[in-house]
Nanobody
Framework: QVQLVESGGGLAQAGGSLRLSCAAS????????MGWFRQAPGKERVFVAA????????YYSDAVKGRFTISRDVAKNTVYLQMDNLKPEDTAVYYC?????????????????WGQGTQVTVSS
């Protein structure tokens, strides 16, 4: 069992930056690939970024590639999403997820475990 708690959301202006954090409980953090998804109002939840267990593989959606960076800190059991050059269309609830493989996050069913979500609002 893995529990995920997101933080760092809030309000930003277009062109600004925010950093999301996702703290994972338990001793099995290294066993999971980690990812971020987002859900805008009235839309389905979609993939944003994912990182493999050893940070050797990272994936990004086309919408955020070049602007967002995913990373993980093993010592802190935490995964981050650095969001730069934010756009109004980045406004959404952002969810952290854990899965057994990074490809499951990128191309499959998504996470086996999910956080509660954190709101990101970008004003123009």
């Amino acid at each position: 069992q893995v529990q995920l708690v997101e933080s760092g959301g809030g309000l930003a202006q277009a062109g600004g930056s925010l950093r999301l954090s996702c703290a994972a409980s338990g001793r099995t953090f290294n066993s999971y690939a980690m990812g971020w998804f987002r859900q805008a109002p009235g839309k389905e939840r979609v993939f944003v970024a994912a990182v493999s267990q050893n940070s050797g593989a990272m994936y990004y959606s086309d919408a955020v590639k070049g602007r967002f960076t995913i990373s993980r800190d093993v010592a802190k059991n935490t995964v981050y999403l650095q969001m730069d050059n934010l756009k109004p269309e980045d406004t959404a609830v952002y969810y952290c997820a854990a899965a057994s493989t990074v490809l499951t996050l990128r191309y499959g069913r998504g996470g086996d475990y999910w956080g509660q979500g954190t709101q990101v609002t970008v004003s123009s």
